[in-house]
Nanobody
Framework: QVQLVESGGGLVQTGDSLRLSCAAS????????MSWFRQAPGKERKFVAAISWSALNIVYAESVKGRFTISRDNAKNSLDLQMNSLKPDDTAVYYCAAGQVFSTLKGEYDYWGQGTQVTVSS
């Protein structure tokens, strides 16, 4: 069993930065593939970034590549998403997820946090 809790969301302006964190509980965190997804109101949940447990494999959605950085600290059971150069299209609820398979598909993830709201004003 794994529990995930996101934090760090907020209201910012275009061009600002935010750092999201996901605190994980459970004994298998370091072995799980982790990812960030986001969901805007009325839209489907979409992939943002993923990272393997070793951090050797990292992939980003094209829309955030070069602006967002995903990282994890297995010793602290945490997952972070550094978001720079934010724009209004980044506005969404951001979710961290954990799964057994490295994937960009939300259906491949077994555990989800409750989400944290990120709002970027123009």
């Amino acid at each position: 069993q794994v529990q995930l809790v996101e934090s760090g969301g907020g209201l910012v302006q275009t061009g600002d930065s935010l750092r999201l964190s996901c605190a994980a509980s459970g004994s298998t965190f370091s072995r799980l593939r982790m990812s960030w997804f986001r969901q805007a109101p009325g839209k489907e949940r979409k992939f943002v970034a993923a990272i393997s447990w070793s951090a050797l494999n990292i992939v980003y959605a094209e829309s955030v590549k070069g602006r967002f950085t995903i990282s994890r600290d297995n010793a602290k059971n945490s997952l972070d998403l550094q978001m720079n150069s934010l724009k209004p299209d980044d506005t969404a609820v951001y979710y961290c997820a954990a799964g057994q398979v490295f994937s960009t598909l939300k259906g491949e993830y077994d555990y989800w946090g409750q989400g944290t709201q990120v709002t970027v004003s123009s």
